[in-house]
């Protein structure tokens, strides 16, 4: 009898970081469940990996800023007799803008997308990892989460921060409950190739970073998935994001602030 396969849910799978987790898990043999807003990039990705490596991929269209939408996705998983084995917190966008120049709304939305439904899907599907006594939640930070904050942008190095706290906090727990098989971990990638300033519209702004400040999706994907496996709770890939990081936590701290106040203006719109 063929052993079963296990199962990654991925969130914000449409583009980018999202659509190269499924890739690779695909490679790796995993069925996948994608879910993102755009139903139509999401059929389209799964018609790919079915093709390429033979794997079942359900697709399921949720727009996260929905606060339903995390129980709507794990009713659906239940309906559907899925068991998830691994959980890719992806989905995520950034909003530009001053804080007090944006509406409330706006900035509601963005939590719930970054922080209050990754938070809510690894409680639920959390249970079901422990039953089986096997998980893997990679919660996809940034290195944002390691600078202190700038003007513009404002939730998101916090919201980042917090996945990172997060991320320990789980894969901390499950080791203390006994569950060896279970990680967690924070993926902090720093600039990578994706739509993900066209889509926050700040293309140009980011354009003029150098170069060796961007990565492509791949590697980064690649390292998050093997920290995670390796059980480690925090993992910066790239050799110039590891060297950014270290310094956030070596200098005096008014100094990274006047580096980072000095820079931002560089990839981050304040109007």
């Known amino acids: 009898m063929a052993l ?19 890739r690779q898990y695909a490679a790796l043999g995993w069925n996948l469940v994608l879910t993102a807003r755009r139903a139509d990039r999401l059929e389209a990705l799964a018609a790919e990996l079915r093709a390429e490596h033979g794997v079942e991929v359900t697709v399921m269209a949720e727009d996260l800023a929905d606060p339903g939408a995390p129980a709507r996705i794990v009713a659906a998983l239940a309906g559907r007799a899925l068991e998830v084995d691994a959980l890719v917190n992806n989905a995520g966008y950034g909003l530009p803008g001053t804080f007090f120049s944006t509406k409330w709304e706006d900035q509601a939305a963005f939590l719930q997308v970054l922080y209050t439904a990754p938070v809510e899907l690894t409680h639920r599907l959390l ?26 942008h404002t939730l ?32 902090c990638p720093g600039f990578t190739w994706s739509e993900f300033h066209d889509v926050n519209g700040t293309r140009s702004e980011t354009d003029k970073m150098p170069k060796w400040m961007w990565m492509e999706a791949a590697p980064v994907v ?23 990081a270290t310094l956030t936590r070596l200098l ?7 580096i980072a106040g000095s820079q931002s203006s560089r990839y981050r719109r304040m109007d």
């Open 252 to 258: 005096p701290e008014p100094m990274v602030r006047a």
């Open 127 to 152: 249970p079901g990892m422990a039953a089986r006594r096997f998980g893997r939640i990679i919660n996809v930070a940034s290195l944002a989460g390691y600078a202190p904050g700038s003007a513009g």
């Open 4 to 22: 079963k396969r296990r199962l990654c849910l991925i969130t914000g799978a449409s583009a980018g970081i999202g659509a190269e987790f499924a």
């Open 222 to 244: 690649k390292a998050g998935i093997d920290a995670v496996n390796r059980g480690q709770p925090v993992i910066v890939p790239g050799l110039a994001n590891k060297v950014l």
């Open 156 to 187: 998101y190095a916090s919201v980042k921060t917090g996945m990172i706290k997060f991320s320990e906090s789980i894969n901390a727990e499950c080791s203390a409950l006994g569950q060896t098989d279970i990680h967690c971990c924070a993926l």
